[in-house]
């Protein structure tokens, strides 16, 4: 046998053997990269199941085939991911923006999806290794990457990182026992585990961002259809959409006479009897009252320490009527609803247990509000006009650190100053007229 040639073997090669001319001539067969091998395997392998029925399998083996199957599909996802992260130069060379559009273009997939996945690959490949390792050993989905990469992201700039990899690693740890929607609730608070000296402070500011953006968003639009009926659009705060929902849902179920067995309301759809009961509530609403009060009919259950109350990094929760945990607010807004509203204080000791449970006492009082509007006719917020029957009773020296109710400590300012009056952001001087003055703080 005659070689032509010298040969060198890698690692990445094969060598196979033909004949030219007589002779026997070694050639240099390229071996596939181990992934690209990989995928040809699984393609194959699934090719070779494509035409066989599941309807036979015992309960067994689908029981053990669905969970295989469902780590298989982790695992390959990750695999995915990983060869999408280093792919750019084949999006180059084809003239492509990027690998999402080039993979969109190729397989006739969703753009969007592409890029959300191609975005995940380069959180992973650039900074969530645990993330990614975690979904290459089958341990977490797609889905559950996704909510962890987003709940780290969204953590403060200032959390340092070896706050960051706790984190990521408690976050992993969790995707073997909770789903995607439990997950992003636990990375929302997840400082609260692996850091918990900072975390109240990071919460309450993380939450008094989410209020102001909220407050920014906030549309209504009423649009006539022209068949007797109005379409109302909107966004609103979450805290103020829970109150709509609490007092539509009274009008939803009101309490019914014995012999009114009729059942007739229990078949109406639930969306229509929202409708109908955001018609009664309007009904309902005092013309005379309503802007006397500035919405004084809230009553607020607020569970918060006194020196917490009198802090900018405090956190307070709204309670149901059955002491059931509810939605939570800053302390911003807390005190900028205990201007004007029912307040039941409920006093909590070290550990979170109530010490004490006040009674509801009001505040303004419907003839100082009264009183204030005969003195104020305005919003006293310099330069602004809007007239008092649209405005809110304010403590000037805040009712939380002391403030009296009385009229000498009252002032009306309309909704949006009343927001400012609370915002840490600002500072208000009373001028010589009576008028509040807001500058930004140095």
């Known amino acids: ?88 130069d084949v999006a180059d060379a084809d003239g492509a923006r990027d690998v999402a559009a080039w993979l969109a273009s190729r397989t006739q997939a969703d753009s969007a ?33 996704r909510v962890i990469v987003a709940g780290l992201e969204a953590l403060p700039a200032r959390v340092g990182p070896e706050v960051l990899a706790r984190a990521e690693e408690q976050l992993v740890a969790y995707a073997r026992e909770f789903r995607p929607s439990e997950l992003r609730r636990l990375a929302r608070h997840i400082l609260d585990v692996v850091a918990p000296e900072i975390a109240e402070a990071e919460e309450a500011k993380r939450m008094e961002d989410e209020e102001r953006h909220a407050r920014e968003k906030c549309r209504l639009s009423l649009r006539a259809l022209g068949e007797g009926s109005t379409r109302l659009s909107g966004v609103i705060p979450d805290a103020d959409a829970a109150r709509l929902r609490t007092y539509l849902e009274a009008f939803t179920s009101p309490r019914k006479a014995d012999d009114d067995v009729s059942g007739e309301e229990d078949r109406i759809p639930y969306p229509r009897k929202l409708g109908q009961a955001f018609c009664a509530l309007l009904e309902h609403l005092d ?39 509810g939605d939570n607010l800053s302390a911003t807004q807390a005190r900028r609803l205990a201007c004007n509203a029912k307040i039941i204080p409920v006093v909590l000791g070290g550990k979170g247990e109530i010490l004490d449970l006040g009674r509801t006492r009001r505040l303004f009082t419907p003839a100082q509000r009264k009183a204030m509007r005969l003195r104020d006719k305005r919003c006293r917020a310099e330069g602004c006009s809007i007239p008092a029957t649209w405005c809110e009773a304010h403590h000037q020296q805040p009712w ?43």
Not at 122 to 134: I, K, P, T, Y
Not at 292 to 315: C, F, I, P, Q, R
């Open 400 to 442: 939380s650190q002391g403030g009296k109710t009385d009229l000498d400590d009252g002032v009306l300012l309309c909704s949006w100053h009343h927001h400012r009056a609370h915002d840490r952001r600002f500072a208000a001087d009373k001028l010589p007229n009576g008028d509040i003055r807001f500058h930004r703080r140095r």
């Open 113 to 145: 999806g592409l890029r959300a996945d191609q975005a995940l690959a380069n959180a992973l490949d650039c900074r969530w290794a645990r993330v990614r390792s975690g979904m290459a050993a089958g341990v977490v989905s797609a889905e559950q990457a």
């Open 287 to 325: 013309p005379e009252r309503l802007p006397a009060h500035g919405g004084d009919a809230t009553t607020v259950m607020v569970t918060l320490s006194l020196e917490s109350l009198k802090t900018d990094l405090a956190t307070a929760g709204l309670l149901d009527g059955d002491l059931s945990c």
């Open 1 to 88: 046998m005659r070689l032509s040639g010298s040969i060198r073997c890698s690692i990445m090669n094969s060598t196979s053997m033909v004949v030219s001319g007589g002779a026997v001539v070694a050639q240099l067969m390229p071996r596939p990269h181990p992934i690209t091998a990989c995928a040809d395997r699984v393609s194959a392998v699934l090719a070779e199941v494509a035409a066989v029925p599941a309807v036979y399998m015992s309960a067994e083996d689908k029981r053990a085939a669905l969970l295989a199957l469902t780590d298989g599909e982790r695992r390959l996802a990750e695999l995915r991911l990983r060869v999408i992260a280093v792919s750019a």
